[in-house]
């Protein structure tokens, strides 16, 4: 299931410990001052425990692709999903990478001024300097050789990828990646399916792109379809060396 994850080596943060988490089918790498395998451990058992649990007595939340009503009492990451989805226009699961890296990388800043948790492909990151993410865009030959650079931030932020080209998650359009920007990693994960779904040829770019910025929280995006590109936000577009 987690064979094809070499782009994590492009990803590498000066200065700090890189390690890995799996449970079932969540599998995240993880950047932070010292090793926190087991304070991380223990946040992706919480996050699926209350995620499992609550499919239990709502198995609609699991199968929805339009959004769901918010049912209390729900922990804070069924919220988090269900507001996402609301936000974006879909299914409350469509945030579930995100909303897993969010709030295991926000429990880890208790212990590590620094951390990238990246979750096939959708990444949160709290960081004192600038960072450069590469771009893997399976069918394109933008694919690694293009990334994002995102400027030093004060606050933690998402930064999340869809692609209906490769992958384990559902999209009905034919992206080879999408890519959102936010101060949220779950509203990231989920609006870069929304505008992932919209995309089935380059000529669907600039419709994707006004979608997804009318979205409130989100600050750039990035749409890659074969030779195609579409940048907006507050990003840029460096090349990187083979």
Known sequence: MFENRTYRNLHRKKGL????ITVKETNLNIQAETDLTDMALKSVLDCRNQIETYIQFHPEFATSLVPVKNLFPVPPIITNMIKAGQMAQVGP???VA???AEFTGTGLLS???EVVVENGGDIFIKSDSET???IYAKNSPFSITTGIRIEKRDKSYGL?????TFGHSKSFGKADAVTILSDSCSLADAVATKIGNM???GRDIENAIDAGKKVPGVQGIV???GENIGLWGDLKLVKISP
């Open 132 to 134: 450069i993410f590469s």
């Open 17 to 20: 410990i890189s390690f890995n």
């Open 199 to 201: 995309v089935r040829t």
């Open 93 to 95: 699961m469509a945030a």
């Open 223 to 225: 749409i890659i379809i």
């Open 98 to 100: 995100g909303a897993v």
């Open 160 to 164: 999340c990828t869809s692609s209906g």
């Open 111 to 113: 212990r590590t001024r």
